[in-house]
Each structure stands twice: as C-alpha cells, then as structure tokens.
C-alpha cells in the first residue's frame, strides 16, 4: 500500500490499569512507522501502572493543555482505565473536540465508555467489549460483535485478541506502513495476525502456544469428567446430555490441536493429571444423580471461566475466536444441568432443558 511520508501526530490516552497490551501494541507499531505519538494522562507527574503490571510510563502531556487540532488521530485503549477516563471532563473534552474536528478515533475494549460519556456514540456503528454493550446500544449506537468497525471517523474493536486487526487499521487509516512487510487487508481471515501482535509487543507465539496446551489439558479431563458421569448416572436424560457435553468437548479439543499444529506447537501432557483422575474415580464410586449434576456443574463453571480468560489474554484473533466458542458453548451446558438440576430437585419454575440450537450466548 501507498503510505505518507509525512509524519503523522498520534495522541494516545492513558490512565492507571490500562490493559497493557491495548497501550502497548498501537504505541510500538505507531512509533515503528514513524508517527509521533504523544502519551496524555490527566497528570505529568504520575507513573501509569498496566492492570496487568507489565506497563509502568508517565504521561508526555495532559488532555488538559493538549489540542486536538495538533494531532491526527486519537487512541482509547481498555481496561479499567476508560472508566477513569470518563470522570476527567478535560478529556471526555478533548476526544469530543477530536471527533468535531474530524479526526481519526480509535477506541477498544473498554475504550468507548469515553465515547459514551461524550454522547459521541448515537447513530453511529460501533464495538466494544462485551461487559459494555448494553451501555454503548442505551448511549445510541448500533452495536456490532466484531474485530472492527470502522464508521466515518470512528474506528472500534473489542478485546485484546483484536488488537492486529484495530492496530493494521488505524495504520492504514493514517497512510502508514508495518516495518518489514505489506499490511493485509483488515478483512483478510487468513493472514497470521498473530505475527503483526507478536511483532507490536502483543503475545509471543509460544505464550499462545501453551494458552492452547492449557485449554487442551482442560478440555481433556473434562471430556473424561463427564465420560464417567455419563456411565454412573441412571436417570436417562443426565446420562444423555453428559453424552452431549462429550460430543461438544470433542469438538473442542479438533479445533485446539488444528489451531496448535497451524502454529507449529506440540502437545504437552502433564503427570499431574494422574492424581486428579483418581480422586475422580475414587469420588463416582459413592455419588448419586444429583451428586453428579452439582459436580458436572462446577467443572462447566470452571471452564467457562478459564476459556474466558484465555479469549482476552492473547494477541491473536483466531486463536481467540477458539476461547471464546469454547466459553459459548460451556455457558449454554451450564444452564442446561443448572435446569436439570433444579428440576430433579422439584423446581417446579426451572425450564426443561433445551437442545443446543439457535443462537449462540454467552454468560
């Protein structure tokens, strides 16, 4: 692609617990394509901690004294950060002004809470992170789940696996280039965008390597977890939906180890999981149906949260969209023994369960 030559003028927001890699990525790549990217905080003479503890920088300026009209574009990153953010007037001032001056506004994750405070989001297509969805459709916009959408002069994306895809946008937006090769098309699904987080200062391959191996270990025990409920229970519709969760479990574990052999990793077993098998065992030999759906029940609950703490660890879209499924796929299990549960117990307000069809949701 054709890039400016002219350098171009960043302004990029900070606050305390921001998420590391949603400053981190824009910033690298930016500076590596020769932007000059001016930090903003609300003070200059505080040190900024990551909500993960990796980043540790002061502000270069605050949005008190900064003008919009001497940069290009503006950068929101997530975390807690934004909901700080939103309180600072000058800055919710700062990226209105930006957004009438038609400049460039980026904002991820949590990001668009600032655009919300700014009534920056009515009629306008946007995405963000899921915890605020509701709050950005209430604030008037329309709402879309992907890795980006691009409105004008609005540009958003929802989580850290998004971060190459929002980060080669914005790059393309502002007519610049990635340092040693041709950025892809934002839409381009079968690009290594991994590369591009890896390279920006996202996560390595060998981290998303063993968040595979984590989840592959997880869903393995699971699968033999629910295996042996399936053969304990007595009652026929515990034994076939324990046989249900196996089949999506299966699934799961096809689209992990295609995912690891993409990224040319191998399969690492733990011993460890010698003693959680017996103490499995040893526990079925005296449980009962209801025994059996409470602890089916926590093991989905455990996987739920650990798939999504995975989908918003890593810098890599499709290893990501893997996580999140997974999570998808888990929520609906588990209110699904959750109703079975409350109905062998005699609720007589639980819903029967449901097939696994239709739309998908999350917890």
């Not at 270069?60 to 001497?70: G, Q």
């Not at 895809?165 to 007519?175: P, Q």
């Not at 997974?326 to 819903?351: C, F, M, N, S, W």
Request: with cysteine; aromatic share 6%.
């Amino acid at each position: 692609m054709a890039t400016d030559n002219a350098a171009k003028r960043v302004a990029l927001l900070i606050e305390s617990h921001v998420e590391d890699s949603e400053f981190q990525v824009p910033y690298t790549a930016l500076r590596e394509a020769g932007a000059e990217v001016t930090v903003l905080g609300s003070r200059v003479n505080e040190k900024y901690v990551g909500k993960q503890g990796i980043l540790t920088r002061e502000a270069d300026a605050t949005t008190t004294d900064a003008r919009p009209e001497d940069f290009d574009a503006v950068v929101i990153p997530g975390g807690i950060a934004p909901d700080r953010m939103r309180t600072n007037m000058k800055t919710v001032r700062f990226v209105q002004r930006a957004v009438e001056q038609g400049k460039l506004v980026a904002a991820v994750c949590h990001g668009p809470q600032v655009l919300i405070e700014g009534d920056l989001l009515r009629g306008r297509r946007a995405t963000g992170f899921r915890a605020i969805r509701k709050d950005m459709q209430n604030a008037g916009a329309h709402f879309e789940d992907a890795p980006l959408v691009a409105d004008g002069n609005l540009v958003t994306s929802r989580r850290p696996g998004d971060l190459p895809v929002f980060t080669t946008a914005l790059l393309r937006r502002l007519g610049l280039g990635a340092k040693g090769l041709d950025l892809p098309e934002v839409d381009n699904e079968s690009f290594d965008w991994w590369r591009l987080g890896e390279q920006w200062g996202g996560s390595t391959k060998d981290e998303i390597v063993d968040g595979l191996n984590t989840a592959i270990r997880g869903e393995r025990y699971a699968l033999e977890a629910f295996r042996q409920y399936a053969d304990k229970a007595s009652d026929p519709e515990i034994k076939s939906l324990c046989k249900e969760i196996q089949a999506s479990k299966q699934q799961h574990l096809a689209r992990l180890e295609a995912r690891l052999a993409v990224l040319g990793g191998k399969e690492t077993m733990q011993a460890a999981g010698s003693g959680a098998w017996a103490t499995l065992k040893s526990w079925l030999q005296s449980s009962n149906d209801l025994a059996l759906l409470r602890r089916a029940l926590g093991d989905l609950q455990t996987g739920v949260v650990d798939a999504f703490n995975l989908s918003v660890k890593f810098t890599d879209p499709a290893t990501c969209a893997i996580f999140d499924q997974i999570e998808i796929d888990l929520a609906r299990h588990e209110q699904r023994v959750a109703d079975l549960y409350h109905a062998r117990l005699g609720d007589k307000t639980a819903q029967p369960a449901q097939p696994t069809t239709g739309a998908a949701v999350s917890a």
